[in-house]
């Protein structure tokens, strides 16, 4: 089932600095230093990358309208986070929680849907994720790995 809403703005990139608290990130033995490289993929996220996986996930999503609604009352797109960590070359995210607070205005949404909408935005990270590194962080051809683009 596809949803049909209007693409929201991305994140803004605000979260935790510490690799090990995002999703999807393989946490390196050791550490080698701040390489969260927040700006370019915010960069990233506004040049489409944002509009690229959103779409794909809208495609895909079991979400409603009402619980996409929610997701937008609540403030959790902007809640999203993602880190690069070079050692493991990968994006990682930090998908939002639905809180408890505010679901207690919403009688249309049942334990069921809150689990549901959790998933969904789970999902909707790891596909961000995956189109920024598929997409968007190039390879060089040297061995090092990355660069920024």
Do not use: K
Request: net charge negative; proline share 5%.
């Amino acid at each position: 089932m596809a949803l049909d809403v209007e693409r929201p703005e991305p994140p803004t990139l605000s979260g935790p600095q510490d690799p090990g608290d995002y999703d999807a990130v393989v946490e390196p033995d050791e550490r080698t230093g701040d390489t969260a490289r927040r700006e370019d993929l915010a960069d990233f996220l506004e040049a489409g990358a944002w509009e690229d996986a959103f779409d794909e996930w809208a495609r895909d999503t079991y979400l409603t309208e009402t619980e996409f609604r929610a997701v937008l009352e609540f403030g959790l797109i902007d809640e999203f986070d993602f880190y690069w960590n070079q050692s493991a070359e990968d994006v990682g995210y930090r998908a939002p929680a639905v809180p408890e607070a505010s679901v207690a205005g919403h009688e249309e949404l049942d334990e069921a849907d809150i689990e549901d909408i959790e998933e969904e935005l789970d999902t909707l990270g790891l596909t961000v994720s995956e189109v920024l590194e598929t997409d968007y962080i190039h390879r060089d051809g040297e061995e090092f790995g990355y660069t920024w683009e």
